[in-house]
């Protein structure tokens, strides 16, 4: 069974940085395009940076030139880096991939994490 993991949530104050981790683990063959989505009570959730296993990124526009999605695959791991968070950054965060492993009969499925809450203060 595929699992993904977030950790580094927590609470900061505007203008600081947290650093989010999402480490994949289970029968993994290949992870392909991984991202970060948030999501608040009572909206939709939303796609924060994705990645994809080329290391091509992208990011909502809110977030760009604040935020850095990166990736290590040698460690089925992807990171988002926040800097300059803002309380409308206030989310729970959660991880998202595309993986091809060795219970998933040839095709690819997506994956979520359980999440992980991001406060920021004013």
């Known amino acids: 069974q595929v699992q993904l993991v977030e950790s580094g949530g927590g609470l900061v104050q505007a203008g600081g940085s947290l650093r989010l981790s999402c480490a994949a683990s289970?029968?993994?063959?290949?992870?392909?395009?991984m991202g970060w989505y948030r999501q608040v009570p009572g909206k939709q959730r939303e796609s924060v940076a994705t990645i994809t296993r080329g290391s091509s990124t992208n990011y909502k526009d809110s977030v760009k030139g604040r935020f850095t999605i990166s990736r290590d695959n040698a460690k089925n791991t992807v990171y988002l880096q926040m800097n300059s968070l803002k309380p409308e950054d206030t989310a729970v965060y959660y991880c998202?991939?595309?993986?091809?492993?060795?219970?998933?009969?040839?095709?690819?499925?997506?994956?979520w994490g359980q999440g992980t809450q991001v406060t920021v203060s004013s």
């Open positions: 289970g029968s993994i063959l290949t992870i392909n395009d």
């Open positions: 998202n991939a595309y993986i091809w492993s060795t219970a998933s009969w040839g095709k690819v499925i997506e994956y």
